[in-house]
């Protein structure tokens, strides 16, 4: 008796899962651009700002224009690579400059961390920058798109464990039924 | 309400541009929210905003790019013009150097997006009538001249607003009805979006025949 039921609840509850998982993606609107931090620079745009930073590079002309551009186009490539060297220019410039350039810096940085799912890192800057400007929408939009990305990355999560949870559960279900044959 | 949010067959993207403080971003805020952000601080490099509007009976979203005005940002900004659909381009009545700058925006507007992107000319803050600066003709009258749609707005009553986004919109619809724009050239800063099956259907939609189809 108990045989039957148990993996009858199993398949229900997979089946809960593959729906959970399909909301979830729908959600997400197949992937679409939904905010700042699914867009991405375009390989053209990259080069061309990393080709004027390493010239002044070579020439010790950096600007920390010439390294900021750079290092926002970086934060914006697809690659997480690029974008940990886009993070790493970032916190370099933001020791330096004045106050507007670095509440760009720390803005950037709060998007880029983002984008490595460094998530509590990212919105540690954008709390940096509320301190200053509580009011500033522009940041409160990110927080929340942050947060937003942070839920979502949990759920996903969530729905994996669990359906990795059901799988084990149904093959011990089935290995539980056979030996009792 | 029955506009969900998968419910919309084209994707157009809209960039914002223009001087510092002319009001972009409030203009994007009253579109968007329908509110009037008072206190407004400078954009940090580009803001996003979306917007499902009808153009037709064709349900269509709006991905707009808020450009900071900020020279130091200006650089970077242009690389979001390629494969615009729309391009507001907005001057402030009541700062005739926000006129001036124009030229120069519209340049690079032209030279970075494609020939069919339609430009919108927007004189913003039209409430503050008192301390008008450019007056309505000159404006039109340069419009004109650049083949631009023209209005004054302002983001903080509200007043045209949703005109310019929508008149936009329509006439890039129509440049696609008329097929003077290509949906399939990459840079057309138009996704069509093919409904689902199963998803209500727009009427007006015409569906493919199948010839010769004996099912």
């Known amino acids: 008796m108990t045989s039957a039921v148990f993996p009858l609840t199993v398949y ?9 998982a399909i909301l979830l993606e729908r959600e997400t609107d197949g992937g679409k651009m939904e ?4 867009e ?4 053209e745009d990259l080069r061309k700002f990393e080709r004027r930073y390493h010239d002044s590079l070579a020439q010790g002309t950096v600007t ?32 330096g400059e004045n106050e507007s350039g670095k509440r760009d810096c720390i803005y950037y940085l709060a998007i880029g961390n983002a984008k490595i799912k460094e998530y509590s890192k990212a919105l540690g800057y954008t709390k940096v920058l509320l301190q200053v400007e509580p009011g500033n929408r522009q940041v409160q939009t990110l927080k929340h798109t942050i947060e937003k990305r942070m839920e979502r990355e949990g759920l996903k999560g969530m729905a994996i464990i669990g359906g990795a949870a059901l799988a084990l559960g149904s093959l011990i279900g089935l290995g539980v039924a056979l030996a009792r044959k | ?82 494969g615009a659909a729309g391009a507001l381009l ?37 409430d503050l ?53 290509d949906l399939n050239a990459a840079e057309s800063g138009v996704q069509h979006k093919p409904l689902q099956p199963g998803r209500n259907q727009p009427q007006n939609q015409p569906n493919p025949t199948k010839e010769g189809c004996a099912c």
């Open chain 1, 35 to 38: 905010d700042v931090l699914d």
């Open chain 2, 1 to 82: 309400m029955s506009a969900g949010p998968y419910n919309y067959s084209y994707i157009f993207k809209y960039i914002i541009i223009g001087d510092m403080g002319v009001g972009k971003s409030c203009l994007l805020h009253q579109f968007t929210e329908k509110k009037f952000m008072a206190d407004c601080p400078h954009t940090i490099g580009v803001e996003f905003g979306t917007r499902i509007i009808e153009v037709a009976g064709q349900k269509i979203k709006l991905q707009i790019w808020d450009t900071a005005g900020q020279e130091r940002f200006r650089a970077v900004t242009r690389s979001y013009y390629r």
């Open chain 2, 129 to 181: 009538e008192a301390q008008r600066d450019v007056t309505y003709e000159e404006a039109k009258q340069f419009a004109d001249e650049n083949e631009l749609l023209f209005i004054e707005a302002s983001a903080k009553t509200g007043d045209n607003v949703e005109d310019a986004f929508l008149e936009t919109a329509k006439k890039i619809y129509q440049n696609i009805q008329d097929g003077s724009l």
């Open chain 1, 64 to 95: 920390h224009v010439i390294q900021f551009e750079y290092a926002w186009c970086l934060i914006r490539s697809k690659y997480p690579t690029d974008v940990k060297r886009g993070i790493f220019l970032l916190e370099d410039l933001s020791k």
């Open chain 1, 40 to 43: 991405s620079v375009s390989e």
């Open chain 2, 90 to 126: 907005v001057y402030d009545i009541t700062r005739r150097s926000t006129y001036n700058h124009l030229s120069s925006w519209l340049s690079d507007a032209r030279n970075l997006t494609n020939p069919n992107t339609v430009i919108f000319l927007i004189g913003n803050k039209s």
């Open chain 1, 12 to 20: 229900v509850l997979v089946f809960i899962t593959i729906v959970f």
